[in-house]
Structures are given as structure tokens and as C-alpha cells.
């Protein structure tokens, strides 16, 4: 009954026939009706997405819904708002935009009511390519297409490769001495005290450091611990609720793990942005949506400051940032072969072995990853080079005027918001009109 009142009071509210209502009350009127339907939010693979599509009646009454937004959108002259109404403009039509891509997909997928779905090749499902792209954009919050992705996933990978061949010339060692060397017990640790230890030493490196990068903030203590078995996942270490935790899996630990893990996943990446993020004023429009895209991305751009901070100490530790970057970067082009191209695993595969030096054991891991958990593995390379976009482009317009703790403090402050948003804000605040 509470939602079909607040439907009813919010449908009244959108068809008035009266002049428009100004653009607070427009605003209230759209949280009310979105907080009152059933949207489903991003699951952990597209087989329970569909699953999550609700009957007919329901997705006719969000068609209805936002087709009113979009709408009464025109309505607004976007220059005569204020910035906050702005920004919860832009960020009303990106997400009315995507709704209504979101219903389409849905309603035709009521019409197919396939018996059975692959849960591994979403390239073979009705309007697989269609779900793909729509889920792209909505994964990484940003207007792209799969090609485009592509595109950016193999200078990614080739990025990725070129930064370990430097470091590989660095140590002076020739490629089967090198990959020799990094495969060996030298680097592997099995004593879980010393692992906790090295990981807080870890965390004191950073926090006397942070200063260099950041303005002081209030932030509290991440903790750490040795992740429980329930909950380890095929990560080295992964964030939650203040506390970080590495994965041990009764397996040696690879000491190459512990700078660029705890800068992504604790200080300054996770722990340190959400911390700051509920400092933030946030509109209630802004309150309603959370991207992946920007959050993962923050914490895989804050691994390439290991040697400021002071956890990089020799080629080998930054080596292990640029290890797990490259498979990162694989997963790219790999997610859109698969899902997109309709690439069979031997496909993959043989695509995984050219780029991904030494690493055939986790190969299919990683191919299955991608198969059933699609666009997630894209946000981290996607979100880091957005942001490392904005710092070269800031950085040639203001030269010497450039400061990096300013900088750091505008994207921390906007990374609740889809990208294109986030730039301008990012953009404004130095002063200069963000490009396209």
C-alpha cells in the first residue's frame, strides 16, 4: 500500500497540468517516485539480472514514470540553475536515460521467455549484444561503446606490458633470468604473524606519507585482518566495513602484494575515499546511486603513487603493481570478446597467453570471471585512466599552477557521480570548462 500511494501522489505530482513546478519540488517529486519502484540494482552476473526483471504491470509503470521525467526535463532552462540543481539535473537524465534503455531490454525479454539461459555465454542470449552494451554503460557510469572499450583495453594491456619490461631492465636481468628470479621462493611468504606484520608496517609507510598527496582528514584506522574462508574470493585481498583483509587461501603469500593491494584496497583507496565520501554533502538526488566504475577506478589510479607514499622500495615492489595490472588489463578486451564477440574459451585463451606472461594457472579462472560476471573486471583500468586523464589535461592547462592535493581533493569530492558529471565539477573547480 506505501508504494502504490506514493506512486499515485508522485503520478499526480508529474502530470499536473498547472506550470511546472520549480525544479526543488521537481526534484523531491523524483526521489519520492524512484525511492517507490522496485529498481533493480547491479547484480553479480547478468543471469541474475534477468532474473530480477520484474512482470509487465510493474515495468509498464516505470516506463511511465520516467518518460514523465524525460519530459519534464525539457521543460528546465539548464543554465538558469544553480550548480547543485545542475548536477542533480545531469545526473537525473543520465539515470533516466538508462532506465528507459534498461526497460526496453526488459520488455522484450518478456516477450522471449526462453525456457532455459546460458549462464556462460551471454554473446548467445536474445539481444545479448544489446544487454552487453547497455550493461557496459551502466557499469562504468559513462556514455561508451564495446568497441570503444576494446580499443582501450589493448592500450591498456600493451601500457601494462611495457612498464614490466622496464622494470625488467631495471633489475638488469635478461627475460629468463628475470621471470626466473619473481617465480622463485625469494618472494614467498608463509607465516601468517609475519604477513599481519608486514601489512601494518604497510599502513604506518603510507599514513606518514599521505601528506605528500593529500590535506590532513579525519580518517579512521583501517584495520586488518586475514580474510575468513567464507568470504575469500580470487583476489589478493579485498575492503569492508573499515577493515581491510588479505587472502591467504593456505597458499604462501607473495611479498610483491603488500604495497599496491593496501593503496587500493585501504590507504588512500577504498577505506580512505569511502571514509571521506561520508564527509561529503551529498544531494538526495546524489544519494540514490552508487558507481562501481568511479569507486574501483579510484583505488586502481592510487596505485601508481607507491613510490610517493613510500611502499615501492625496489623495482620488485612496484613490479607487483603492474603484474596485477596487466591482468587487469587482459580482462578488458577479453570481457568484450567474450560477452560482446562471442569468443569460445579456446579463443580467450590463446588471447590470455599472448599478453599474460607466465600466469596459464589462473588463465580459465579468469576467462570463467568474465563469462558469468560481466563488465565488473573493466571499471578498475577504466576508472583509473579517467582520472589520470583529467590530471594530464588540468596539468597542461594550468602548469605550474597544478597541485596535486587540489586535485585529489576535487575527485574525491565528486566520485559518487557518473563521470562526465564528475569531470566537469573537477573542471570547474580549477577554474577551466571541462572538454568533451
Known sequence: MKIHAALIFTACSLFNPNPQPSFDTFTHNFVIGYQALPIPGLAQGYIDDLKEIEPKDTIKKELVFFNSIKD???????SALSAA???DYLQIKFETTMNLERLELETKWLTYSPATVLDDNM???PDGKAWYAYL???WLGAD???DEIFKFGMNEVADANTHINLIRRQTGLDSIAFYRKINSAEFLINDSAIIQKRFEQTRENIGSRLNVLFYPHQIPLVKIKQGPKELVVHTPGFYRDGTFYYNLSDKPYNSRQFGWLFLHEAIPGHHYQTSIDKQEPHSKVQDLFFYVGSAEGWGAYVERYGKELGVYKTPYDELG???WNVIRAVRIPLDIGVNYYGWTDQQALAFWKKHVNNQDDIAMREIQRVRHWSVQSITYNYGAAQIAQWKAELQAKLGDMFNIKDFHEWVLANLSLPFAIAKENVFKKAGIKASN
Open 72 to 78: 519534464q526535463l525539457r521543460q528546465y532552462n539548464v
Open 136 to 138: 557496459l554503460k551502466r
Open 123 to 125: 554473446a548467445a542470449i
Open 85 to 87: 540543481q545542475r548536477q
Open 321 to 323: 603493481h603492474w603484474e
Open 144 to 146: 561508451v561503446t564495446p
